[in-house]
RNA sequence: GGCGCGGUAGCCAAGUGGUAAGGCAAAGGUCUGCAAAACCUUUAUUCGUCGGUUCGAUCCCGACCCGCGCCU
């Protein structure tokens, strides 16, 4: 990587040195939920002869609309986007398969001779598609089954479980997390090795590209207030009759996009669980939560370019624009 | 005016003559195949105010202030 780059600011924030000089450009535009990404990625896509590519875990599936503040098909100007509306609501998808997939898509936007922008705020799909995961198992529902079923007789069985399989793995997780712990154990009984020992192999890291990675940080006070307003907004047009909708089509209550802030609180309102205020309310709080745990997450990504800022403010794009320039040019 | 009940963190709230549970919110963090998930950490030198009793009071006593209820 030429070292003049490393010596450019933008905002106060230095260009961090790409991986591999020569690879084929990409960009990739992280935040938290409601900062402006889908927008500064429209006006960089159209800028710059670029594609799109989601990288949210709710907006792969389709009818989920309103709620996922997925920017309707009219709005798109005419960007293709690619890995939204990919999946009905009773599909399982994993990091795994999101990183397959985007990868494909990417190839194809690239061999297209434009550039892929990708778009999201699920860091760990982010994370599993630039960086990889390593070469483990694909999830075995009917072993989960099995453990849970362990678990449910003695609580903390999987934890202890797993310290006898994997010590330095069982240290790291912590006993009450018992998704991960179930992963873990997962990965050491199909295997029959420790995970600790096949995470040290190593990730299947993306390759030939150089990436350009963008993080939109708005004040947080103006963030959660916006977020509020956005949730507010949703009930009031139209997310309880998507829900309605969704249900209509015969989807159970039990697929996965229901249990997310907003569709949780909806379907309890239908339940009469929840007044119409306090479903607002709390869907309002979880995003919150949401986009707190997103910066938690952002804030470790490696070489993230930070911009103060909502994505469509013109300081912001401005600086996008500055930046993606100098990646494609 | 009288009587009763109550005043504990941003909010809800437990509590005991021996040095302030818990929940929510907030902040910080973790994350290698369900991630809008799951999980972890931190947060009252202080209990309306002022006195008194006591080795020691948030807890007992008195006065006052505030809120609610009832009575006149």
Same mark, same amino acid.
């Given at each position: 990587?030429?070292?003049?780059?490393?010596?450019?600011?933008?905002?106060?924030?230095?260009?961090?040195?790409?991986?591999?000089?020569?690879?084929?450009?990409?960009?990739?535009?992280?935040?938290?939920?409601?900062?402006?990404?889908?927008?500064?990625?429209?006006?960089?896509?159209?800028?710059?002869?670029?594609?799109?590519?989601?990288?949210?875990?709710? $907006?792969?599936?389709?009818?989920?609309?309103?709620?996922?503040?997925?920017?309707?098909?009219? @709005?798109?100007?005419?960007?293709?986007?690619?890995?939204?509306?990919?999946?009905?609501?009773?599909?399982?998808?994993?990091?795994?398969?999101?990183? =397959?997939?985007?990868?494909? @898509?990417?190839?194809?936007?690239?061999?297209?001779?434009?550039?892929?922008?990708?778009?999201?705020?699920?860091?760990?799909?982010?994370?599993?598609?630039?960086?990889?995961?390593?070469?483990?198992?694909? *999830?075995? !529902?009917?072993?989960?089954? *099995?453990?849970?079923?362990?678990?449910?007789?003695?609580?903390?069985?999987?934890?202890?479980?797993?310290?006898?399989?994997?010590?330095?793995?069982?240290?790291?997780?912590?006993?009450?997390?018992?998704?991960?712990?179930?992963?873990?154990?997962?990965?050491?009984?199909?295997?029959? =090795?420790?995970?600790?020992?096949?995470?040290?192999?190593?990730?299947?890291?993306?390759?030939?590209?150089?990436?350009?990675?963008?993080?939109?940080?708005?004040?947080?006070?103006?963030?959660?207030?916006?977020?509020?307003? *956005?949730?507010?907004?949703?009930?009031?047009?139209?997310?309880?009759?998507?829900?309605?909708?969704?249900?209509?089509?015969?989807?159970?209550?039990?697929?996965?996009?229901?249990?997310?802030?907003?569709?949780? $609180?909806?379907? !309890?309102?239908?339940?009469?669980?929840?007044?119409?205020?306090?479903?607002?309310?709390?869907? $309002?709080?979880?995003?919150?939560?949401?986009?707190?745990? $997103?910066?938690?997450?952002?804030?470790?990504?490696?070489?993230?370019?930070?911009?103060?800022?909502?994505?469509?403010?013109?300081?912001?794009?401005?600086?996008?624009?500055?930046?993606?320039?100098?990646?494609?040019?």
């Amino acid at each position: 990587m030429p070292s003049t780059d490393a010596n450019r600011y933008h905002i106060g924030v230095p260009i961090p040195a790409g991986a591999d000089a020569s690879g084929l450009p990409l960009v990739a535009i992280a935040g938290p939920t409601g900062s402006g990404k889908s927008g500064l990625a429209l006006e960089l896509a159209a800028a710059f002869d670029g594609e799109i590519v989601n990288c949210d875990s709710l $907006q792969v599936y389709r009818y989920f609309d309103v709620g996922t503040a997925k920017l309707p098909p009219a @709005a798109r100007r005419g960007i293709p986007h690619h890995l939204i509306d990919i999946l009905n609501p009773d599909e399982l998808f994993t990091a795994g398969e999101y990183s =397959r997939m985007a990868r494909e @898509a990417m190839a194809g936007i690239a061999g297209r001779g434009r550039l892929p922008i990708v778009v999201g705020g699920t860091g760990f799909y982010l994370r599993a598609l630039l960086d990889g995961l390593f070469e483990g198992p694909t *999830r075995d !529902q009917s072993l989960r089954d *099995r453990l849970a079923v362990r678990e449910q007789r003695r609580s903390g069985s999987l934890h202890r479980l797993l310290a006898r399989f994997d010590a330095e793995a069982a240290r790291k997780i912590h006993a009450h997390d018992l998704p991960k712990v179930t992963r873990a154990l997962e990965v050491c009984l199909v295997m029959r =090795r420790p995970v600790s020992e096949l995470f040290r192999s190593g990730r299947d890291a993306l390759e030939g590209y150089r990436t350009l990675k963008i993080g939109l940080s708005p004040d947080r006070e103006a963030l959660y207030q916006s977020l509020d307003a *956005r949730c507010q907004q949703m009930f009031e047009s139209g997310l309880i009759d998507e829900v309605r909708r969704i249900l209509g089509m015969g989807f159970a209550e039990s697929a996965k996009p229901f249990e997310s802030h907003g569709y949780k $609180q909806t379907l !309890q309102l239908l339940h009469g669980e929840l007044t119409a205020k306090e479903a607002v309310f709390y869907a $309002q709080r979880n995003t919150r939560h949401y986009a707190k745990r $997103q910066i938690t997450w952002f804030r470790r990504e490696s070489n993230l370019v930070w911009l103060k800022g909502f994505g469509d403010m013109p300081e912001v794009r401005d600086a996008a624009f500055e930046l993606v320039g100098e990646l494609t040019k």
